[in-house]
């Protein structure tokens, strides 16, 4: 087992990005790699107003790169893969994220099955084992409005429709074509990314994870949820907390529906 995950760390590269992140969790997703994959490589951009994180990836090896100005998710993970060696398959992780070492090598050898694949998605949890249901269709405007600005004791009134978008239906067992994947752990077949030129940097954040599944599936590749891997999530909805964000989040749900076509219900 200790060849072939050596063997699956070499054929791999991993980025994550940084906002004022627990330096707890941080390490922990690091360690999570690292145990997982020996031999992984590793880059980190952090976009905090300070470089206090620095020592906490410094620890693990990683390539470390403080940029304060935050040119957002999608260019900052796009200057992580430039600063990679490149490898037969990348990782776009959240630091929020952690998993067994079972985990990697499985999604791995499920992308390996067929080169059609682009990027996989594994079945991810919260903390307490819970299903998080992060798979999504196509988002039309009435079930993002409804997600961010329906009371939830109003939010039945779009049940069925708010359902379908997460894709609750399918039952999250099988193996399934996804048209959105959650960007809090996309593992890429690498010349997926580099064919649809990774991110849209223009999505700040929010809704780049979107835009790249959708290019993704469209240039030929397959995107995939296989459920044969499971990751933990400290899942926490900031937009809903923020009006700030919420801003960011209108923006980007604007962008995406003028890029790939506006749904109305």
Known sequence: MTATMTSDGRALTASLVLYRNDSDMVETVLRSLQDACPGVGIAVVDNSPTAALAGVVAGSGATYVHDPTNPGFGASHNRAVKA??????????????????????????????????????????HPDGEPQYLCKRYPSFLVLFGRRFLPGPLQFLLRRRLDHYEM???????????????????????????????????????????????????????????????????????????????LTTIRSAFRLFSKHGWKLV
């Not at 398959?89 to 067994?100: A, E, G, K, Q, S």
């Not at 099955?113 to 991810?124: A, F, K, L, N, S």
């Not at 960007?183 to 809704?207: I, S, T």
């Open 84 to 125: 990679l060696p490149r490898r037969e398959f990348h990782l776009v992780v959240n630091p929020d994220i952690y998993f067994t070492t079972e985990a990697l090598p499985a999604l791995l050898a499920f992308l390996r099955q067929d080169e059609r694949i682009g990027m996989v998605t594994p079945r991810i949890l």
């Open 168 to 246: 609750r239906d399918s039952g999250y067992e099988e193996v399934m074509e996804v048209p959105y994947a959650s960007g809090c752990f996309m593992l890429f077949r690498r010349a997926a990314f580099d064919r649809v030129e990774g991110f849209d940097p223009r999505f700040f954040l929010y809704f780049e994870d979107a835009d790249i599944s959708l290019r993704v599936g469209n240039s030929g590749y397959r995107v995939l949820y296989y459920p044969g891997a499971q990751v933990f999530h400290h899942w926490a909805r900031g937009s809903h907390n923020s009006l700030r964000l919420t």
